[in-house]
């Protein structure tokens, strides 16, 4: 089961992860790290763009791995 849980602020983030060590329950949190900049968001909305407007192709995986000569495992 997977629940996502935005908390508002620091001090509820806190008290959330103390009620799940204390139920002792198991647990992953997101690190702000994974967060895009900007200019990703703004190049993955273009890229949304670009692709919706017909002006980029798609690729299958064969045609993906044939391209890149990848030898299956």
């Known amino acids: 089961m997977t629940i996502v849980v935005n908390p508002h602020n620091p001090k509820e ?15 992953s949190r997101e690190d702000d790290a994974f967060v895009l900049s900007e200019a990703q968001q703004k190049e993955i909305l273009e ?5 919706e407007a ?7 995986i064969d045609e993906i ?3 890149f000569n990848i030898k299956e495992k």
């Open 65 to 67: 791995i044939a391209h």
């Open 47 to 51: 890229r949304d763009r670009e692709y």
């Open 13 to 27: 983030e806190k008290a959330l992860l103390a009620f799940l060590d204390s139920m002792k329950y198991d647990y």
């Open 54 to 60: 017909g002006e980029t192709e798609t690729y299958s």
